[in-house]
């Protein structure tokens, strides 16, 4: 079973880049499932129903968020009509939308995305692990899931390979978001659990996480802030991760980081090819 994951999708460049490239791309390689990291595909911050319906569109099958989920106000209100759309698992009791779903593959699978925020250098949550363990005891690989991918959006390595350990061997992959850099150790821990500290964004890499560097470079120089933050135009690179799945288990056999398109060095799935 294939499933592939894409990163943080920044502006324009990111959304472009998403679009043009997925549609082949689950062609070319038979993609099963994909899902895809939404928090800043609206001009850089949060996401609008029209952005989300694109994505979905252009072949995700679900779209995950992470702190900048509200930063658009109306994702508030639609994200209760669209099950597709997944806010992190651990944001206070009442919080609209949900941070898991149950969706079926195009193999028949039934996959289990769950979207869950860290606590450093973030947002106070309640305790992600314990927010997984929740869902996980609900819905477990095997009885009753095929697969279980974990969008962990956090900041911090260490809390990102604490949990990539914690659920190694329950779920088919933790991936994380937020960094908006792809890190380079993609992976298959012990257990099973395919795994990336951080898959990078979807956007222009010539910028600060995606945004034009004039205004961050100003702040940190002068620490006072003279406009906006705003996404940077040039071309995408299309960054993720592509997991391999025994569908008998639910275990990954395999995982790799792909980088497509834009500043990055080009990287295709070399076990898909
Ligand atoms: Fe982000
Ligand atoms: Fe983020």
């Known amino acids: 079973?294939?499933?592939?994951?894409?990163?943080?999708?920044?502006?324009?460049?990111?959304?472009?880049?998403?679009?043009?490239?997925?549609?082949?791309?689950?062609?070319?390689?038979?993609?099963?499932?994909v899902v895809v990291n939404g928090e800043n595909s609206a001009g850089g911050f949060g996401i609008t129903e029209a952005i989300c319906d694109d994505l979905l569109a252009a072949g995700a099958d679900a779209v995950t968020l992470g702190n900048h989920s509200w930063d658009q106000r109306e994702a508030l209100v639609f994200i209760e009509r669209q099950p597709r759309l997944l806010r992190p698992l651990n944001y206070p009791a009442g919080t609209p939308g949900r941070g898991a779903g149950l969706y079926k593959a195009r193999n028949g699978a039934e996959v289990l995305v769950i979207n869950a925020m860290g606590r450093i250098f973030m947002p106070e949550l309640d305790c992600p692990f314990r927010a997984i363990d929740a869902e996980l005891e609900a819905c477990p690989l095997g009885s009753g899931a095929d697969a279980i991918l974990i969008d962990f959006h956090a900041e911090a390595t260490s809390e990102k390979e604490s949990l990539g350990i914690y659920l190694d061997g329950r779920v088919s992959c933790v991936v994380g978001t937020h960094t908006h850099v792809p890190t380079a150790e993609d992976r298959v821990l012990a257990g099973g659990a395919a795994y990336m500290s951080d898959a990078g964004m979807?956007?222009?890499?010539?910028?600060?996480?995606?945004?034009?560097?004039?205004?961050?470079?100003?702040?940190?120089?002068?620490?006072?802030?003279?406009?906006?933050?705003?996404?940077?135009?040039?071309?995408?690179?299309?960054?993720?991760l592509a997991v391999d799945i025994d569908p008998k288990t639910g275990l990954a056999t395999n995982a790799q980081a792909l980088q497509l398109g834009g500043a990055?060095?080009?990287?295709?799935i070399e076990f898909w090819e």
Do not use: A, H, W
């Open 264 to 268: 990055l060095r080009q990287r295709k």
């Open 1 to 33: 079973m294939r499933l592939l994951f894409l990163g943080d999708v920044v502006g324009r460049s990111g959304r472009d880049v998403v679009i043009e490239n997925l549609p082949g791309l689950i062609q070319r390689y038979k993609l099963d499932f």
């Open 202 to 240: 979807c956007g222009d890499y010539n910028s600060v996480l995606g945004m034009q560097p004039e205004e961050p470079v100003n702040r940190f120089l002068t620490r006072i802030p003279k406009g906006r933050m705003e996404p940077s135009l040039g071309p995408g690179t299309l960054c993720g």
